[in-house]
């Protein structure tokens, strides 16, 4: 039985990796898509105004920004408020 296997293996043509590839890639038809109902569609209002939201804020550069910033102090306490007391029974 092992000497027919090997005969039948050295009288038979197989073809190399590439071969086979290349005949059966011939034999692969073309794909063809199915025609498919399309329906036109709207976003709604909501979407589209977020959309460009989206693309005003990625728009936005800090470096074409004004930087003016108005800094205040507040008024210096007179009652003595803003001291800060360690023992005191306040909470403060």
Do not use: W, Y
């Given at each position: 039985?092992k000497k027919f296997i090997?005969?039948?293996?050295?009288t038979v043509v197989t073809?190399?990796?590439?071969?086979?590839?290349?005949?059966?890639?011939?034999?692969?038809?073309?794909?063809?898509?199915?025609?498919?109902?399309?329906?036109?569609?709207?976003?709604?209002?909501?979407?589209?105004?977020?959309?460009?939201?989206?693309?005003?804020?990625?728009?936005?550069?800090?470096?074409?920004?004004?930087?003016?910033?108005?800094v205040t102090q507040p008024?210096?306490?007179?009652?003595?408020?803003?001291?800060?007391?360690?023992?005191?029974?306040?909470?403060?």
């Amino acid at each position: 039985m092992k000497k027919f296997i090997e005969s039948v293996h050295k009288t038979v043509v197989t073809p190399d990796p590439e071969t086979h590839l290349l005949r059966r890639a011939a034999m692969t038809p073309a794909r063809v898509d199915p025609d498919r109902l399309e329906v036109p569609a709207q976003l709604p209002a909501a979407i589209a105004e977020a959309h460009a939201a989206t693309l005003a804020d990625a728009a936005f550069s800090f470096k074409n920004a004004a930087g003016n910033i108005a800094v205040t102090q507040p008024p210096p306490a007179t009652d003595g408020s803003d001291e800060f007391n360690f023992f005191s029974d306040q909470g403060d």
